[in-house]
């Protein structure tokens, strides 16, 4: 917006055919609160009224104290903008803000050497990896609102001893951990409510941390810039630790290998939602009679200044997930010389891995074999659901594990809600079966001919995949553990004034298919290397790898082919 127009003066941007403010060709500013008709040849409903100096202007005593805050934040953005053109067109402002980053490494290593057969030693690596997100982290505001100080330290440290037990046979044994603390506040009060004066009660108290935050600003028409508040901050605390053993034994023509490790990974993380709100300003706004438009002035901008907004939205809280994983390793190989000519390498690995899981079990997954046709909710085609009888807004979806523990509850507060109690409990706690995988490796060497300027190689080895955390994360915000409240064709002072939204279809659910299976790769290689006269190689070498059950993100509710794309005929009803 211009200026002007922060302060309620639409009279240029109004302005009619002929260029001059105040004449009859004028655009109109609709006032709300009265009826009637509003237009350029009859202004009963517009602000001025009669009076063309007033016309397109909404009085000071009008604008009220969270559509001032409002206007504070644009006041602020052109404040720091480096460009800014006082017309009401398009991409007026220009930010070029500081964006630094900071990257610094120290290491420490110690080897002590006991005796001839023990040697202990020990590494720590510290990372500070520090940058400035001027227009936020994760969350990509169009305006610099959340400038978010990016930290990303990261930890490991490692002890070891390597224990020689006789000529032929050593042993080493390791212990590492490492830790990564991202946390990503504000770097500045652009985020904060009391950095603009805004007023307005949200609809639930203690959502977060950062409860002064100012609401996101999700949708606006007529090509106005959004913003985001500091709600959606992330916070990522991971830590890991890893014990190991490996036995090496050399006999003859053999080099066996036996060992075994241990990992355990703990990781916490937020869900992000918009506990402070969020805001969506548009013309098409219903009046208390519920005509449509007739609730708006004409200009998102004026609508912003009354605090007339047409959909606010609010979650009752950030969701938290103490996520947790281990896995299992083992192995074994040997390294046998069959001949001079022949060299054969074997091996086979183990891994038993568990799904991450919660500590708290709050998380719910979809399972569309636990979807029930004749319990479904019914759909218009815009997505607005009713729930007729025998129906739940909750088919297909089961909870975590057994119910949140006792001792969990403190961090989840809608652990006995109504809503929760409506799903069944019953998957696995990771949401799919741990399995048992076994990873076969072999390869050889062979000299074919006695002058050994001939070799011939090849190998196969099998590796299985650990699946990351980043497919379970995005569930601790799936329903029913989060609650959260829409109104609509309401004022920021008394927003429960609004009407509440229709009851609508679930938006976009995280899920995972409760069959999944951990992805692998398998690897195999022949070639074979000759040595011309002169010292020159040439070698000729078939590579290639095949990947299986690899991890993907299909919409298994989209519209089949050739039917119309709408709510009403997705296959899983009251699903986004």
């Known amino acids: 917006p211009t200026l002007d127009e922060l302060n309620g003066n639409f009279r240029f ?84 803000p500081f964006s630094p980053a900071d990257f610094r490494q120290e290491l420490i290593r110690l080897d002590y050497v006991v005796s001839p057969q023990h040697t202990i030693f020990g590494r720590y690596v510290h990372d500070s990896n520090q940058n400035l997100d001027p227009f936020g982290t994760f969350t990509i505001s169009q305006l610099p609102t959340i400038q978010h100080a990016r930290n990303r330290p990261g930890n ?132 208390a009679a519920g ?55 074997l091996g086979v690995r183990y891994q038993y891995g568990t799904p991450f899981y919660t500590r708290g079990n709050n998380i719910a997954n979809f399972d569309p074999s636990l979807y029930d046709p004749a319990k479904a909710v019914s759909v218009t085609t815009g997505g607005v659901v009713t729930i007729p009888a025998g129906a739940t807004r909750f088919n297909g979806l089961i909870r975590a594990g057994d119910g949140v523990p006792e001792a969990e509850r403190g961090y989840i507060p809608s652990w006995d809600s109504a809503n929760v109690a409506a799903v069944p409990t019953g998957a696995p706690r990771g949401l799919y079966d741990a399995t048992h995988e076994f990873m076969p490796r072999i390869g050889f060497a062979y000299s074919p001919f006695a002058n050994n300027k001939t070799a011939i190689r090849g190998g196969f080895g099998m590796y299985v995949d650990r699946i990351e955390g980043n497919i379970i994360f995005p569930l601790i915000s799936n329903p029913p553990y989060v609650n959260s409240a829409s109104y609509e064709n309401g004022n920021l002072a008394d927003i429960r004034g609004g009407s509440p939204s229709a009851l609508s279809v679930f938006g976009t659910l995280a899920a995972i298919d409760p069959n999944l299976k951990t992805p692998r790769t398998m690897n195999f290689s022949l070639g074979i290397q000759h040595e011309l006269p002169g010292g020159i190689f040439v070698e000729a070498t078939a590579v290639g790898n095949l990947g299986r059950h690899l991890t993907r993100n299909p919409d298994i509710n989209s519209v089949p082919f050739g039917v119309a794309d709408n709510f009403a005929n997705r296959p899983y009803k009251g699903y986004g």
């Open 13 to 96: 941007r109004l302005r009619g055919a002929d260029g001059i403010v105040g004449t009859a060709d004028d655009g109109v500013l609709r006032d709300p609160n009265l009826t009637g008709t509003c237009s350029a040849t009859n202004r009963t409903a517009c602000f001025g009224g009669s009076d063309p100096n007033l016309w397109n202007i909404i009085p000071i005593a009008r604008i009220t104290t969270d559509g001032r805050a409002l206007a504070n934040v644009y006041r602020k953005m052109i404040e720091i903008s480096s460009s800014f053109n006082n017309s009401p067109v398009g991409s007026n402002a220009t930010f070029q």
């Open 156 to 287: 490991g440290l490692q002890f070891g001893h390597l224990w020689n037990i006789n000529s032929n046979l050593i042993n080493d044994a390791r212990v590492n951990f490492s830790w990564t603390d991202q946390v990503i506040p504000p770097a500045n009060e652009l985020w904060a409510r009391s950095t603009y004066g805004f007023a307005f009660n949200q609809l639930f108290p203690s959502g977060g941390t950062y409860e002064d935050s100012i609401p996101d600003i999700s949708a606006l028409s007529g090509g106005y810039s959004t913003f985001a508040g500091a709600a959606r901050s992330l916070v990522a605390l991971a830590h890991d630790s890893t014990v190991s053993d490996t036995l090496t034994w050399v006999k003859g023509d053999h080099t066996a290998k036996i060992g075994f490790s241990y990992n355990f990974s703990k990781v916490q993380q937020n869900g992000r939602s918009t506990y402070a709100g969020a805001l969506n300003f548009n013309t098409n706004r219903a009046n």
């Open 291 to 345: 005509a449509a438009n007739l609730g708006s002035t004409g200009q998102v901008a004026g609508d912003i200044l009354l605090g007339n907004f047409r959909t606010y939205s609010e979650f009752a809280f950030d969701p938290v997930g103490k996520f947790r994983f281990q896995q299992y390793e083992g192995f074994i190989a040997d390294s046998w010389r069959v001949s001079k000519r022949l060299s054969v390498e």
